[in-house]
């Protein structure tokens, strides 16, 4: 592979052709906030918070560091006005769907983003797909999965799946930037766990 330079912050970088921005970034140093990143992962661009100023030719285009590849000659600003007001904006519906999530807080404080700017959804899902290609990818499983589309999409488990696979793994858990999965997990256990027999009231007539 050819080696390409390019320009990060101001930083001269020399990469690896292919390499995305995101990673180039990380190897001088330069830190750019994700949500939907994960170094075992194939980059799916779900969460744009890695959103960066791109430069090449003349011309400025905001990009998704985590999918977009380094070019000779490509100028990057992680940190501009307009950077800054993306990820607010992004930052604002998110917490519409996951207010009390700790990850998107102390980003919104960076962003100085309002969690009550958008009126409040029930899912408290972010749809950044790290479950469900967690378990795609890694443990080959397929056990959570996407459904529906558009403002309906949602992450659920595959209980046929997940009463054989999930019990004993949960490794997608500690991925979760919001309580969005372990909700779904529980309400798919709770569905698939027989109901507990309950004891008839013997009114009196117990020693019958």
């Excluded at 397929?142 to 999930?166: M, T």
Aim: proline share 5%.
């Amino acid at each position: 592979m050819s080696e390409i330079v390019l320009q990060i912050d101001g930083k001269e970088v020399t990469a690896q052709e292919g390499t995305t921005i995101l990673e180039a970034a990380r190897s001088v140093g330069v830190a750019i906030p994700t949500l939907c990143d994960h170094e075992k992962l194939i980059p799916y661009g779900a969460c744009r918070i890695c959103t960066v100023e791109a430069d090449v030719h003349g011309k400025t285009n905001l990009v998704a560091a985590c999918l977009q590849p380094v070019e000779n000659g490509l100028v990057v600003r992680t940190r501009t006005e307009q950077v800054d007001q993306a990820r607010k904006i992004i930052l604002e519906q998110m917490l519409a769907h996951a207010p009390d999530s700790e990850q998107l807080l102390e980003l919104a404080q960076v962003y100085g983003a309002n969690k009550d700017r958008f009126a409040k959804e029930s899912n408290f899902c972010i749809l950044c797909g790290l479950c469900v290609r967690y378990c795609d990818e890694v443990k080959k499983k397929n056990a959570v999965a996407f459904i529906e589309r558009g403002a309906k999409r949602e992450i659920v488990f595959i209980p046929d799946i997940a009463i054989r696979e999930c019990w004993d793994c949960k490794e997608c858990f500690p991925l979760c930037p919001t309580s969005a999965l372990q909700a779904a997990y529980y309400l798919t256990e709770a569905l698939m766990s027989p109901p507990v027999p309950s004891t008839p009231s013997c009114k009196g007539n117990c020693s019958k």
